[in-house]
């Protein structure tokens, strides 16, 4: 029992201190309801976690390794919301970027490995539901939105070996990089080694298993490119039947 009390806390924090610090901070402050408790954390989550102005907390939102999470001006933490922060990296979310509820984003580095952490950019969103593994690394840019229950793994077991169960064959962890200004719709999910450009955009239900072009749309599983954003429209296309519905009206928003 000494054993799995001891694994317990190396797994939640730097130290037995720091676990029982910021075990004591958010007892008594992360379930305090409205508008109050949001203001409450604001000051006492300074105790225990990076801020570089003011930011939002929401109740019911789960630390670990508080010490390795820093949150930009701005940042916003819905109810829920699950930070595991493992060094070397830790998390980051950049200035005036939102996290959904129950989000969930896990570094859980427990092998050592070197480029384990998750940042977030400026600006960007973290739709509900999502789950973000970043052993490998994780690096998402600026204004990208991320459409619920999308899936980052920057983590994969080794099973080449029939002879071996795959727990005894290692893991890769080789990380995914998010450039600027992409959008990834509802359901997708990118695998470990995978880089998507600037602009580009998945579709819903993807399976990204291979690099994504900048401005470049792909679907599918896996996925494969579909369009490509900066060139001409195809004006011999035929016309839309009268029968379809008009393209949708656009709304700009401010914010995510």
Do not use: K
């Amino acid at each position: 029992m000494l054993n799995l009390g001891r694994t317990y806390v190396q797994r939640q924090a730097s130290s037995p201190a720091r676990y029982l610090w910021e075990a004591l901070i958010t007892t008594l402050c992360g379930r305090v309801p409205t508008l109050g408790g949001i203001g409450l954390r604001a000051l006492a989550y300074r105790l225990i976690l990076t801020m570089d102005g003011p930011a939002a907390i929401e109740s019911g939102v789960r630390l670990r390794f508080a010490d390795r999470i820093r949150l930009g001006r701005g940042a916003y933490l819905d109810e829920g919301v699950y930070l595991h922060a493992c060094p070397p990296g830790g998390i980051s979310i950049g200035a005036g970027s939102y996290v959904m509820h129950h989000a969930v984003l896990h570094v859980y580095n427990f092998r050592d490995l070197p480029r384990a952490g998750i940042h977030v950019g400026a600006d960007s969103l973290i739709g509900e539901f999502c789950v973000l593994r970043g052993q490998g690394g994780i690096v998402i840019g600026d204004r990208v939105y991320l459409a619920t229950m999308v899936q980052l793994l920057a983590v994969n077991h080794v099973f080449d070996d029939p002879d071996r169960p795959f727990t005894a064959q290692g893991i890769t962890a080789e990380g995914i990089v998010i450039e600027d200004d992409v959008w990834i719709g509802a359901g997708a999910v990118v695998t470990d080694g995978v880089r998507i450009g600037r602009g580009a955009v998945v579709a819903a239900g993807a399976v990204v298993t291979a690099d994504v072009a900048a401005h470049s749309v792909v679907g599918g599983v896996p996925a494969r490119p579909l369009r490509d954003l900066r060139a001409a429209p195809d004006t011999a296309a035929p016309a839309r039947p009268a029968s379809l519905r008009p393209a949708p009206t656009v709304y700009h928003l401010e914010g995510p």
